[in-house]
């Protein structure tokens, strides 16, 4: 019971991977930004018009409230990224391998087993951490099961509580999926969910990165895989329950057309 239950009794939850009918037109619509996973861009590129029409909420880093499921003028929205990859990627953007930092301007002095236990520490001493790197929580961003703690306030793998994630996740109604923000493909998902076109090409999505700054990124992602293989298959079971919750979310996209071509 290391991660909470046995993962080998984990079963996949029982909330159907169904295509809800579109809320069209759109009133309001809330956003679950989760961190590290393409929000901004979707932000940016796809939320747009309804946030320029004030129509659009962003919940940045509160949990999501399950008061608000079944309000009939309200359309659900949430971005997830595979859990393995959030965390390669977070590193990575940080500055791991000498890749663009957001800290004090310079590359990690940190490998990624040692980002990866400064988070899990910082999720219980914040301020020790804190005081002993200088690194506030805004670059500590990784927590196990992140997808279903921001959806039921409880980070703990257990049947009972992926089963709630699931239920609240199968009544959301656009998921963006960040592996497949740059597919043509997923025109037809998103324009079908927001009512509206979205432009997926990559230069519209990853505009503000050079063909030279991506692949010095992906790269670097590259090399953290490669060198760090054992600690990722720690991280693939310690998220469980996420990448189960990741799963149904794709299988819902999946359902809703998304994988048909543009």
């Known amino acids: 019971a290391f991660f909470g239950t046995r993962i080998a009794d984990l079963r996949e939850p029982l909330a159907p991977a169904r295509c809800k009918a579109p809320r069209l037109p759109i009133g309001k619509l809330l956003f679950l930004h989760m961190r590290k996973a393409g929000g901004s861009t979707v932000r940016k590129n796809a939320l747009g018009p309804l946030a320029k029409e004030g129509r659009a909420t962003f919940v940045e880093y509160e949990n999501f409230d399950q008061a608000l499921l079944g309000q009939s003028n309200l359309t659900l929205a949430i971005n997830l990224r595979d859990p393995v990859d959030r965390l390669v990627s977070q590193y990575v953007a940080e500055g791991g391998y000498g890749y663009i930092t957001h800290f004090k301007g310079k590359p990690w002095r940190f490998s990624l ?150």
């Not at 699931?166 to 493909?185: H, K, M, N, T, Y």
Request: one cysteine or more; a neutral charge; charged letters at 25%.
């Open 113 to 262: 087993q040692q980002y990866w236990h400064l988070s899990q520490l910082y999720l219980h001493d914040f301020q020790g951490v804190k005081a002993q790197t200088g690194i506030d929580g805004a670059h500590l961003l990784y927590r196990p099961n992140y997808i279903m703690f921001r959806l039921t306030g409880n980070a703990t793998c257990g049947q009972e509580n992926l089963d709630v994630a699931a239920q609240i996740l199968s009544q959301f109604d656009v998921i963006f999926i960040a592996e497949r923000l740059g597919d043509p493909a997923f025109r037809k998902y998103l324009s079908s969910r927001l009512g509206y076109e979205v432009n997926t090409a990559r230069t519209q999505w990853y505009g503000a990165e050079s063909r030279e700054i991506r692949a010095v990124r992906e790269r670097a992602q590259s090399r953290v895989v490669a060198e760090n293989r054992l600690l990722l298959e720690y991280v693939e079971l310690e998220n469980a329950c996420d990448r189960m919750l990741y799963r149904l979310a794709s299988r819902m996209v999946e359902r809703c057309g998304a994988g048909l071509g543009g």
